[in-house]
């Protein structure tokens, strides 16, 4: 955010938002902070039903040939037989003969899927269905249509991309790019779960720490997590930085005993490389979201982590989706610890206690169905619309970021849609 914005953005929110940092609701004035956010917000008029959704979960019931030596039921975006682009977007352990019910997340827009069997030479049976399908058969596949090899020797993972702005609870500069993460989710056994991250760009300028909920699960339900090759985000961390999360452990136990993934510590430490480091001091530059290079500005490759998860039970893992889960990043805000969801879990309050906001206006994150997704450069905005005008890094008429702001259930495919000289 801009300096002089910054401070006079503080000036007109302190006196109404240190209550939101301490808890106190005896001076916190949330029709004032919402006149302001509102004044400033880029979009005219924010449809008051939005749910900020770009994705939907959809379950199904599958029926397994006998005699096929099915070893795993796997769900993809396109023909995993066909294309190279096709990705993985669930995959289940199963046996010969059995009926199996599995959950899938997928982009809103996404009208047909592939189910495919696979057996234990790694042969592909593959059928295609519609989205709001109820039941999945393999019994119409043509016997020369069955075991066939895979496009690709291993299945491309769907990613969602995740975008922060760090401002909370003020508004933000609506470039989208403070912390930037690509999330894949991968079924690797009976009882776990692979959570490939990328951590693709940081925008901000403050220190920031990030997590994953795990929505539903308890830290008592998990057994272990694992980094591979013992890879972390964490590395070498200066002390300073352990002020968000305490520590390196890989299981966090959320305030309410949620199962908690413990991401990054500090977003510039993880994202630099090589950096000078001096008593824990250390330059905070700004990550892959300007094209050049400066004092403030750096590029560097994106860092990519992948955690297993290793749960106690499999009793639900079919239906463990991407949409299960909530990746947050923590910093401060008046001396005081806050966190940053999307909008789904806005009140999650997972690792720190403080009041949320509970009127509609621009999330201070997004969550966007593909891992291609173009975020904006800094100082782009994702999409104003003022007087019916747009512009911004997405503003194409009839696709637009500020269309959907507008109404929900219109202009879902906004995200396809980028202004090629304001996006990274």
């Known amino acids: 955010m801009n300096n002089s914005k910054s401070l006079l953005i503080t000036a007109l929110l302190s006196p109404i938002i240190l209550g939101l940092a301490s808890c106190s609701k005896d001076v916190y004035d949330s029709e004032r902070h919402h006149e ?3 004044y400033l917000s880029p979009v005219d008029s ?23 030596g099915a070893r795993a039921l796997e769900i993809y975006s396109d023909n995993p037989v066909k294309s190279t682009e096709a990705e993985l977007m669930s995959r289940v352990y199963v046996r010969d003969g059995q009926q199996v019910t599995l959950t899938v997340s997928m982009p809103s827009i996404q009208e047909s899927l592939y189910a495919a069997l696979v057996d234990a030479d790694g042969k592909y049976t593959v059928t295609s269905f519609s989205k709001n399908s109820r039941t999945v058969s393999f019994s119409s596949v043509e016997e020369g249509q069955k075991r ?4 690709m020797p291993s299945p491309k993972v769907m990613a969602y991309t995740f975008c922060y702005e760090e401002e909370f609870p003020e508004p933000g500069d609506y470039d989208y790019n403070d912390i930037v993460m690509r999330i894949g989710l991968e079924r690797t056994g009976q009882k776990s779960i692979a959570i490939h991250t990328t951590l693709t760009a940081v925008g901000a300028s403050k220190m920031l720490a990030g997590a994953i909920r795990l929505v539903g699960y308890r830290y008592q339900d998990i057994d272990s997590i694992v980094a591979k090759d013992g890879k972390t985000l964490n590395n070498n961390v200066p002390s300073p930085s352990y002020e968000l999360i305490k520590n390196d452990d890989l299981l966090q136990k959320g305030r309410n005993g949620e199962a908690v993934v ?6 510039h430490w ?4 090589d950096l000078p480091e001096i008593n824990g001091d250390f330059p905070r530059y700004k990550y892959n979201v300007s094209r050049g290079y400066s004092d403030q500005y750096e590029l560097t490759y994106a860092k990519d982590v992948t955690y297993t998860v290793y749960f106690k039970s499999d009793a639900s893992l079919n239906n463990f989706t991407l949409d299960m889960l909530d990746p947050f990043i923590m910093t401060y805000y008046v001396g005081s610890r806050l966190e940053i969801h999307v909008d789904e879990f806005a009140a999650a309050q997972t690792m720190y206690e403080y009041n949320t906001l509970d009127f509609k206006d621009l999330p201070w994150a997004l969550k966007i169905p593909t891992s291609y997704f173009k975020y904006p450069l800094e100082g782009a905005q994702i999409g104003f619309r003022k007087d019916g005008y747009m ?16 109404d929900h259930r219109n202009y879902q495919d906004w995200y396809l849609y980028p202004t090629d ?4």
């Open 421 to 424: 000289n304001q996006v990274f």
């Open 36 to 38: 302001i956010i509102r």
């Open 391 to 406: 512009f911004g890094a997405y503003m194409t008429i009839g696709h637009g970021f500020g269309e959907w702001c507008e």
């Open 262 to 267: 413990n991401l990054f510590v500090d977003a």
């Open 148 to 151: 066939l090899s895979p496009s």
């Open 46 to 68: 924010v449809d008051q039903k939005h749910t900020w959704q770009l994705t939907e979960d959809h379950t199904y019931s599958v029926s397994i040939d006998a005699n096929v």
């Open 270 to 273: 993880s994202m630099g490389d």
